[in-house]
């Protein structure tokens, strides 16, 4: 793996443990308090595969709302061609940051908006 690939696969988890993370296990405790199941993973780098989406390291919160057999989920993803940090839930077009602009507020945000596909209206 190059240098500069590197380090924005380090920044990338930096961010993760920093912002990401926190929101994400807050929600997470949220959504079972609600009565849904909830969990955090994370996808590690696959240099030998940089080319496939899959590949990128990810941080990704999956929701089984209560009464149902399926398992959205919300991925925040590490584009290490583009340098960016890519949000994406079902059924929602993706969403693009330059890393650096990856902060409380847009995690906040996003979570808010994944959380209006991933759980069904009561």
Same mark, same amino acid.
């Given at each position: 793996m190059d240098t500069e690939t590197d380090l924005f696969v380090q920044a990338f988890w930096v961010k993760c443990r920093d912002i990401i993370r926190p929101e994400f296990d807050e929600a997470v405790d949220a959504l079972r308090g609600a !009565?849904?199941?909830?969990?955090? %993973?994370?996808?590690?780098?696959?240099?030998?595969? #940089?080319?496939? =989406?899959?590949?990128?390291? $990810?941080?990704?919160?999956?929701?089984?709302?209560? !009464?149902?057999?399926?398992?959205? %989920?919300?991925?925040?993803?590490?584009?290490?061609? #583009?340098?960016? =940090?890519?949000?994406?839930? $079902?059924?929602?077009?993706?969403?693009?940051?330059?890393?650096a602009q990856v902060d409380l507020a847009v995690v906040k945000r996003e979570l808010a908006t994944a959380f209006a596909t991933l759980l069904p209206a009561e």
């Open positions: !009565g849904h199941e909830a969990n955090v %993973a994370t996808l590690e780098f696959s240099p030998d595969e #940089a080319g496939n =989406a899959d590949a990128a390291p $990810a941080m990704v919160l999956t929701v089984r709302p209560k !009464g149902s057999d399926t398992a959205p %989920a919300l991925h925040v993803r590490g584009d290490v061609v #583009a340098r960016d =940090a890519i949000f994406v839930s $079902a059924l929602e077009t993706p969403r693009r940051y330059d890393l």
